[in-house]
Every structure is written in C-alpha cells, then in structure tokens.
C-alpha cells in the first residue's frame, strides 16, 4: 500500500515588488528581511502546518508579492 504523502506548498515572492514593510516577517517565521531590506522566505516548500501563517502573510502583503500554491 503507497504510503499516504503530506501535502506541500510553494512559495513565490515577487523580491523585486517587495517594498519590506515586514509585515509579513512579523506574522509568518517563515519570513525574514535580508540584507537588501526585502523579506524573503526561509523555505519555499512548505507543509499543512506552516500553511496558515503563510497565507496570513500572503493577503497582509500591500502590494501583493507572495503567492502560496
Ligand atoms: S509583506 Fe510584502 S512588501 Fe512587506 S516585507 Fe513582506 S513581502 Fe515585502
């Protein structure tokens, strides 16, 4: 029997959109601002689990540059 596989998602940043008002770090780990003054995320795969906080992230988002797939 094929062992039942978690469910991962993608993560995409338009870096060059971002305008790094860090909202998205203040609500999501998984998001960190990088030398350059943009967030960009820890992981781009990530589980169920980290879903939530990086959709919270993604519609806190002003100009709209993380996609979750
Ligand atoms: S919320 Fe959007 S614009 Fe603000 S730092 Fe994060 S990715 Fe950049």
Redesign the pocket.
């Known amino acids: 029997m094929a062992e039942k596989k978690e469910k991962a998602y993608k993560i995409v ?1 338009e ?1 060059e ?9 203040s ?1 999501c780990d998984n ?1 960190i ?1 990088g030398n350059d003054g ?3 995320p820890k992981k781009t795969t990530i589980s169920e689990k980290e879903l939530k906080c990086n959709k919270d ?1 993604e519609s ?7 996609h979750v797939k």
């Open positions: 940043q870096h959109k971002c305008i790094g008002c860090g909202a998205c770090a609500i998001w601002i943009k967030a960009k992230a806190s988002c002003p100009v709209n540059c993380i």
